[in-house]
């Protein structure tokens, strides 16, 4: 998976609850994105870095804040969990010319 | 923003036959399309892209092809096999270095 890392890779939560997910990378790429991927809807970016420190929404941004302090680290913080965040989230990143992204391995939300 | 449309949704094909998928997207500034492969429980994984200066581009049994004018591309797969089972999914470059992805294709390869 390119030298990504999703922690943790499965998780169970209460609806109210707060939720960090991590994305650590070792290809020291520039960009970094969080998706989630959800039957019939394909892949929606939530928010992307594009360096230290730097980010941006995407269009599925409500309910979600992201820090990156380091190049190698990405997280996404749910405030309060809600049932409709239950999800697999997905990190990606990119440092090419051109955006070619490279995913992690997943990392499986269930907010009860 | 960008709108990317994925078609089929499914797609059922014989060992040996091709297999297409076509997208359409809506941006005319978008200059970047790739296809990724996903496998149940994995993250998806890139197989081909195509930049918009080319109009066609192959790797051994896949090939994209892409018309500019018309805003749409596809995927071909020649040659199918068992482990070519699998969700494919098209995407484009919002120029943003961010992509909008199609909702996938659910190709299932019959030996």
């Known amino acids: 998976d390119a030298g990504i890392t999703q922690s943790p890779r499965h998780k169970v939560t209460e609806t109210g609850t707060p939720v960090t997910l991590r994305c650590h990378q070792t290809?020291?790429?520039?960009?970094m994105y969080w998706y989630r991927q959800d039957p019939g809807h394909g892949l929606r970016l939530i928010h992307y870095?594009?360096?230290?420190?730097?980010?941006d929404k995407g269009e599925v941004s409500d309910g979600y804040s992201v820090s990156r302090s380091k190049t190698e680290d990405f997280l996404l913080t749910l405030e309060s969990a809600t049932s409709s965040q239950t999800s697999v989230y997905f990190c990606?990143?990119?440092?090419?010319?051109?955006?070619?992204?490279?995913f992690g391995p997943g990392t499986r939300l269930t907010v009860l | 923003g960008e709108n990317v449309e994925q078609h089929p949704s499914t797609l059922s094909v014989q060992e040996g036959d091709s297999a297409v998928i076509k997208c359409t997207y809506s941006?005319?500034?978008?200059?970047?399309f790739p296809w990724y492969k996903q496998e149940l429980g994995k993250g998806p994984q890139l197989i081909i892209d195509i930049r918009s200066n080319v109009g066609e581009k192959k790797d051994q049994r896949i090939a994209v092809t892409l018309n500019k004018t018309a805003k749409h591309f596809s995927l071909h797969i020649t040659e199918t096999q068992p482990e070519d089972s699998a969700v494919y999914f098209c995407a484009a470059d919002t120029g943003r270095r961010a992509l909008t992805f199609g909702s996938g294709t659910r190709l299932q390869v019959q030996p």
């Open positions: 941006d005319s500034a978008s200059n970047y």
């Open positions: 870095s594009y360096g230290v420190k730097d980010t």
């Open positions: 290809e020291n790429h520039r960009y």
């Open positions: 990606a990143i990119s440092g090419g010319v051109y955006n070619e992204q490279f």
